[in-house]
């Protein structure tokens, strides 16, 4: 389910900003805030990217930038993989992320965080 911004001023005339999860057939103009006491707007999208680097589409589906980061280092990966071996194999001819030799193959690497030590 995508994520969603909604506003609404309580009785003060304070703007309040809030995100939520909605399906794309939910009625929006039913849409209470979280105390249950007002109506909510529905905000349009800011922009083409947003906070920490994210597209607004990842955005809305709740991707962290961890994951982004990760689907950046397979694709480089692969790309070293179909670079460096020999027209023919598999690893060349695979467009797959991961075959089952990365890191054993003295090409490729595999992603392992470093475990930091509780002192």
Same mark, same amino acid.
């Given at each position: 389910?995508?994520? *969603?911004?909604? $506003?609404?001023?309580?009785?003060?005339? &304070?703007?309040?900003?809030?995100?939520?999860?909605?399906?794309?057939?939910?009625?929006?103009?039913?849409?209470?805030? +979280?105390?249950?006491? *007002?109506?909510?707007?529905?905000?349009? +999208?800011?922009?083409?990217?947003?906070?920490?680097?994210? &597209?607004?589409?990842?955005k809305k589906a709740g991707t962290t930038k961890k994951r982004?980061? =990760?689907?950046?280092? =397979?694709k480089d990966q692969r790309t070293v993989r179909q670079k460096?071996? $020999?027209?023919?194999?598999?690893?060349?001819?695979?467009? $797959?992320?991961?075959? @089952? &030799?990365? @890191? &054993?193959?003295?090409?490729?690497?595999?992603?392992?965080?470093?475990? $930091?030590?509780?002192?």
């Amino acid at each position: 389910m995508p994520r *969603y911004d909604f $506003e609404y001023y309580d009785d003060n005339g &304070t703007r309040h900003i809030f995100e939520d999860f909605c399906s794309i057939n939910d009625d929006f103009s039913l849409k209470m805030s +979280p105390c249950g006491k *007002y109506k909510v707007k529905k905000l349009p +999208p800011t922009g083409i990217s947003s906070g920490e680097g994210l &597209t607004l589409n990842q955005k809305k589906a709740g991707t962290t930038k961890k994951r982004v980061e =990760m689907g950046k280092f =397979m694709k480089d990966q692969r790309t070293v993989r179909q670079k460096s071996y $020999e027209p023919g194999t598999r690893q060349h001819d695979s467009n $797959e992320i991961w075959t @089952g &030799t990365e @890191g &054993t193959d003295g090409i490729t690497q595999t992603p392992i965080s470093k475990i $930091e030590k509780k002192g």
